[in-house]
Every structure is written in structure tokens, then in C-alpha cells.
């Protein structure tokens, strides 16, 4: 089952902070004689792929606070005792444990101190049910020990945020449709629509990746038309029998790790397949020429595709992706890192 988490980082909702002396208290900001608070930005996000569950439980959501020191005496907010959840009755801390090094996430969870007169912004993660109105509390701590600041809270309605919820899967979307598009011969309405991408760059990669590992088939190389051609078949072999199936991991920043459990064409499985209708043709003909033979196997190579089983990959690829204007591409994390290339033109199925 697919999980979907959701952690919001920056949206366009507004605290309010709010102290017993009277101050005034929006849905959208506050003060009072020591503060001047309001969220900045979020939207829901997926710090990693077990940070949350199903569509109709919990997600996180991460809300991003603006906050104006207009006391005499430096402050600090501080997540252990000083920001709190209320669903009703209940009390929740926010959470402190969000990291993900590749989307750039380290959530701090103190803000630090705030000069007198100064703004920060920073921060919290709290866990909450999609749909449904929260009160956040927040209590700032002066330097002045004998200055007493009063507990604000502010209200928080998750449904502000349900847009950017509903585009958590859009890497997934965007790298299935890639794939199909670019490697298994299909079309995908989502083509346009979420991928940004150098289309004859990677079709011009892939064909190079394909010659390399397709050479290793044969004895004697294979020319960039022959094996254009037969790398033609091959993505319309893919056609029927590859699959993928795309899950958001993470997603965050503007980036996202996507999962890819896939089903391809191991081209090394190809090695004994040919070999035996080398063997056939030298049966049949007499002609032991290495030329003749493989230039019949390569006329069979679309009985030779069918004749090959699709493996099942034993654990799925992890692609970095970056969006930049609402469309995704693929990004090299380092040179050890999957690619798509690998298990769709390479033919390597691990």
C-alpha cells in the first residue's frame, strides 16, 4: 500500500500570538508587548517514506512562523516547552526528529534567541489529521527571568493546505510518466504535464547505453543504425511485458526521492538465447562462419525478445528528482546513485 505522508513547510496561512494583557488575536497574527508572530508559507510534505500512512490518518505538516522581538530583552521560542498542538483536550508536542540529507531537511526545532527589535523565521512539524481545525500555543521565554510572557494560541486549519497535499505524488506521476514515454514505447497524458526533460538527449543517451551492454551479446560490434534498430524492438518488447509502478518517498524543497519497483528485460539473459540460434543456424546450414551466424540471430531478434522472460526487480530504484516551475526532472545525487537508464536501456535488473 502506498504511504503518503505529509509534513508542511511553508503556506499561506498566518499565527497569531495573543497574551493575556489584552492583546488581539486573528487567524492570521498576533502580538502582544513582547511579540509579533505570523506563518510565512507551508504546504504538505514527505520527509521519508515511512513518516506517515494512509490518505484518511495522520500526516505531518511543518508550519513556518515569522516572529518580531518588540520587547526591551532578548526571547526564545522552544519546541520541548514552548510550541504546542491542542486537539482539544489533548496536548501534542511538535516533532523534533525530521532529517533527510537529500531533500536538504534538518529541521531545527528551537528558534534560537531574538534580539530586541529583530525577526526571525523558523520552523515546527506537527502531526495532524487532514481536514481538521487545530489551536497552536506558543509560549516565548524572555532573558529578562523576571518578565513573564503569556502562553498565545492561534488557530490552525489544515484544509488551507490540502492543494499542496494533493501534489505530494506529483514526482511519482511525473517519473512514471518518463519512463513510459521515453523507455517502453508508451504515451502518458502526464508526459506534458509534470516532466521537464532533454527528450532526444536521453532517447541519444539510452541508445548508447543499449549499444554498450548489446555489444557484449555479440562478437563482433554492431554498427549505431543496426543497433538503433534492434533497440527499437527491444522498447517494443518492453512495451508489453516491463512495468513500473512509482511511489513518492520523500518530498520536500522542491525535491523528492521516488521509489520505482519495476519488471524489465535483463539484456545478459540474452547471451544464451542467441547462442542457440547461432547453434541452430549452424545445424541447419553447415556454416560456421561467426558473421553468418550471428547475422541470422540478429534477424531473429524479435523471436529472440519474446523468448526472453521479464525479471522482477528484488529492490526498487531510488531516483532524485528536482521540480523547478511545477515540472520535475531526473538529478544525479553522486555517481553511484540509480538511474533509470541503467534498468531500462542497460537492461540490468537487480
Not at 487567524?27 to 490518505?55: F, H, M, P, R, W
Not at 500526516?59 to 513556518?64: E, N, R, W, Y
Request: charge should be negative; glycine fraction near 4%.
Amino acid at each position: 500500500m502506498k504511504k503518503v505522508a505529509g509534513l508542511a513547510l511553508t503556506s499561506a496561512l498566518t499565527l497569531a500570538l495573543a497574551a493575556c494583557s489584552g492583546s488581539k488575536e486573528t487567524s492570521s497574527s498576533a502580538e502582544n508587548k513582547a511579540v509579533e508572530v505570523s506563518i510565512e508559507k507551508g504546504s504538505y510534505i514527505l520527509a521519508n517514506q515511512d513518516d506517515g500512512t494512509s490518505e484518511t490518518e495522520k500526516a505531518l505538516l511543518a508550519v513556518g512562523f515569522k516572529v518580531k522581538n518588540t520587547s526591551d530583552s532578548s526571547i526564545s521560542i522552544s519546541s520541548y516547552d514552548g510550541v504546542q498542538l491542542y486537539d482539544g483536550d489533548e496536548q501534542l508536542a511538535p516533532k523534533d526528529d525530521i532529517h533527510n540529507k537529500e531533500l536538504d531537511l534538518n529541521y531545527d526545532t528551537s528558534s534560537g534567541k531574538i534580539g530586541s527589535d529583530k525577526v526571525k523565521t523558523f520552523t515546527y512539524i506537527f502531526e495532524v489529521e487532514k481536514d481538521k481545525e487545530y489551536e497552536i500555543g506558543i509560549q516565548p521565554r524572555s532573558s529578562d527571568y523576571d518578565e513573564e510572557i503569556d502562553e498565545v494560541t492561534l488557530k490552525l486549519d489544515t484544509k488551507k493546505y490540502a492543494k499542496s497535499y494533493n501534489k505530494l505524488e506529483d514526482p511519482a506521476k511525473a517519473l512514471k510518466a518518463y519512463t513510459e514515454v521515453l523507455y517502453l514505447n508508451k504515451e502518458n497524458a502526464d508526459y506534458e504535464k509534470y516532466v521537464s526533460a532533454e527528450k532526444e538527449a536521453v532517447q541519444e543517451e539510452a541508445k548508447k547505453a543499449f549499444r554498450e551492454q548489446i555489444n557484449r551479446i555479440f562478437t563482433d560490434p554492431l554498427t549505431e543504425e543496426a543497433s538503433a534498430k534492434l533497440y527499437d524492438m527491444y522498447k517494443n518488447t518492453l512495451k508489453s511485458k516491463g512495468k513500473v509502478e512509482m511511489t513518492t518517498a520523500a518530498h520536500a524543497n522542491g525535491k523528492a526521492v521516488v521509489h520505482v519497483d519495476y519488471t524489465g528485460l535483463r539484456i545478459s539473459d540474452l547471451y544464451d538465447i542467441v547462442s542457440d540460434y547461432k547453434k541452430a543456424y549452424y545445424e541447419e546450414t553447415g556454416d560456421f562462419d561467426t558473421k553468418n551466424r550471428e547475422s541470422y540471430a540478429i534477424s531473429k531478434f524479435n523471436d529472440i525478445l519474446n523468448a526472453l522472460e521479464p525479471k522482477e526487480s528484488e529492490r526498487p530504484l531510488e531516483i532524485l528528482m528536482v521540480e523547478k516551475d511545477g515540472k520535475w526532472s531526473i538529478q544525479k545525487s553522486d555517481r553511484y546513485s540509480d538511474t533509470v537508464t541503467e534498468a531500462f536501456a542497460e537492461g540490468n535488473v537487480r
